[in-house]
């Protein structure tokens, strides 16, 4: 490949686009300039591979292909198939799973995937004995009715929004709240780390259909094998959602009791946070589930997206490469050393510390909200997101904490020594920044004041720090 080939490729793109919107293609070109000046802490996004991203911009985009490979509803989908196996293929390789389904729009559907496919599970063999019939789309709407009775509340246990469990593990603002009848558990209030006998408490109370483990927001590593036990001590199904993580079980961070795949029924992810890949969801399980899954489109999905099927199966393939894996130790090493460099400042941490990619700070410690810290963060060309802290007292709105991710510096090249002065720019920051009052004199929990001069001096900072690590060098627009 020459070496301005990825160059070449987004100028000429941009070219054709500008002939016909100009407006969007100066969007795009908007985009990477600000991307690469900001210094990204969310740790929920990264910067995915040039071969990645040209993968999805192209006719794969115009094929419909519900349906598996080999059994479409669609004629002519062979390339599809050739794509779709080769994503799969890849993932279970990574991942060490019996079967992959590659179709899944996003995260959430990836989950909704789950939930189906798991409640199909438990009510198609007996309900299908009693209706006489072969599979779960032959039940009439008598028999659905029969069946919804007879199984009674669907009962999902996982982690507390506010410990940092994720909105579709059972949440009211989301579908799988009115599906589920939701109970969750939390972390200890002292070590701010899940308790596992509290879990398994609540599953003997609960018992559970469904007993989800992953996050968005805790700072540690779960035990698998033992919420694995926790789930059969009470006959419940034990799904993972691994979509924040899946970067470091692909690289090998997680290994053992702390790798999700030999411990979990089923597992979900995204493709596009630590995994680095393209926007998507994906679910793996083993051969019991697999049927079930697989009829995910057109059940709960719609038509699969063959542009950006093709875009997982580069990104897994990347991922299985022996650069990812330390790639994966990176983000966890960096993460480390952000995190110390803020306790050595005097910052509190949810849980004191990290070990995997995302550090949560509490910063009522600055006598801050998350919302005001969030925003005097970005004024700074700090971008990261507020996010609530175990028992929050100022709720999911305005918080109390600021959740900062290392995957996107890491793939940008910054390391351990960077994460200081990351540090150290935030904590300026933060301890500069004072709450601002209403009109009336009451205090506001949005309203902060900053010298402009500070948050002027740290964004230059941050632009420093950043000139030395080029996002995406290899291209460049004009
Ligand atoms: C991000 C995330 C999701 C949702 O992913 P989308 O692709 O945005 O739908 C689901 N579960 C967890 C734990 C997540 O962190």
Not at 58 to 68: C, I, L, M, Q, R
Not at 91 to 101: D, N, R
Not at 248 to 264: E, I, N, Q, S
Request: hydrophobic share 40%.
């Amino acid at each position: 490949m020459s070496l301005n080939a990825e160059s070449t490729a987004f100028r000429s793109a941009l070219e054709v686009i500008r002939a016909v919107e100009p407006r969007v293609a100066d969007a795009i070109g908007a985009e990477l300039a600000d991307q690469r000046e900001s210094l990204k802490l969310i740790a929920s996004e990264n910067y995915a591979s040039p071969a990645t991203l040209l993968t999805m911009g192209n006719w794969f985009s115009d094929k419909y292909a519900e349906g598996t490979v080999g059994r479409r509803f669609y004629a002519g989908c062979q390339n599809v198939d050739t794509v779709e196996a080769l994503a799969a293929e890849h993932a279970k390789e990574l991942f060490g799973a019996s079967h992959a389904y590659v179709q899944p729009h996003s995260g959430i559907d990836a989950n909704l995937v789950a939930f189906w496919a798991i409640l199909a599970d438990r009510v198609e063999s007996p309900a299908l004995k009693k209706a006489q019939v072969r599979q779960v789309n032959d039940l009439t709407e008598a028999d659905w009715f029969a069946l919804r009775r007879e199984l009674g509340n669907q009962r999902m246990l996982g982690m507390s929004l506010d410990a940092g469990g994720h909105l579709t593990h059972g949440f009211r603002p989301n579908i799988s709240g009115k599906m589920f009848d939701q109970r969750s558990y939390g972390t200890d209030p002292a070590t701010g780390l899940i308790d596992y006998d509290r879990v398994a408490e609540a599953a003997r109370e609960f018992t559970p259909l469904i007993l989800v483990a992953g996050y968005s927001a805790y700072p540690r590593k779960v035990n698998f094998r033992i919420m694995r036990e926790i789930a059969d001590s009470v006959g419940a199904t034990f799904m993972v959602d691994m979509a924040h993580f899946a970067g470091l079980v692909a690289g090998k961070v997680f290994t053992g009791d702390f790798d999700p795949v030999p411990h979990a029924h089923i597992v979900t992810t995204t493709t596009h946070k630590s995994l680095r890949g393209p926007r998507g969801g994906m679910v793996l399980c083993g051969p019991e589930l697999a049927d079930q899954v697989d009829r995910g489109c057109p059940m709960v999905l719609g038509g699969p997206l063959p542009h950006v099927m093709a875009a997982k199966a580069v990104a897994l393939a990347e991922a299985r490469r022996p650069d990812f894996a330390d790639y994966a130790q990176r983000i966890v090493d960096n993460a480390q050393a952000l995190a110390e460099g803020l306790l050595r400042r005097g910052t509190t941490l949810v849980t004191g510390g990290t070990d995997n990619h995302l550090v949560l700070l509490d910063v009522s410690s600055y006598g801050l909200t998350g919302r005001q810290a969030e925003q005097a963060l970005l004024d700074s060309g700090i971008v990261t997101n507020r996010n609530a802290v175990p028992q929050d007292r100022n709720g999911a709105w305005y918080t109390s904490g600021i959740r900062i991710g290392t995957p996107a510096l890491t793939t940008r090249g910054l390391g351990t020594a960077e994460m200081d002065v990351t540090a150290e720019l935030i904590h300026t920051v933060l301890s500069q920044t004072t709450p601002g009052a209403n009109a009336d004199g009451t205090p506001s929990k949005a309203k902060y004041v900053l010298d402009p001069a500070t948050a002027d001096k740290i964004s230059k900072q941050a632009t420093d720090l950043l000139a030395t690590f080029p996002l995406y060098p290899t291209i460049t627009l004009t």
